[in-house]
């Protein structure tokens, strides 16, 4: 009969350490879903982020091109104030 309570703690401990690794696995499935959420967020936001750059880079690129004619202007400017400087000191 103790060989019987023997198996008896030994089955009782057993069955504990079903419940604690069945709870383990719980928890890290709980974890696991928490993370693949998280992943799942993530992209999203990258792929906003992703948007959100190509009409930044869009709009800085309409900004450049608006700009160029104005330089080439004020290059213009500067030369032709140049020459009228020149003309000027030519004529003094």
């Known amino acids: ?14 069955q504990k350490d079903i419940m604690n690794h069945n709870k383990e ?3 890290r499935e709980f974890t696991v879903h928490e993370k693949e959420k998280r992943i799942f967020d ?3 936001k990258n792929q906003e982020l992703e948007k959100f750059k ?10 450049k091109n608006q700009n ?3 330089e080439e202007q004020s290059r ?4 032709q104030l ?4 020149q003309e ?3 004529y003094e």
């Open 82 to 85: 140049s020459e009228m400087k």
């Open 54 to 63: 190509f009409v930044l880079d869009y709009k800085i690129s309409e900004l």
């Open 42 to 44: 993530l992209h999203k």
């Open 68 to 70: 160029a004619p104005r």
């Open 1 to 14: 009969t103790q060989e019987k309570e023997q198996r008896k703690t030994r089955i009782k401990n057993l």
């Open 25 to 27: 696995i719980e928890d």
């Open 88 to 90: 000027l000191f030519n």
């Open 76 to 79: 213009s400017y500067i030369k």
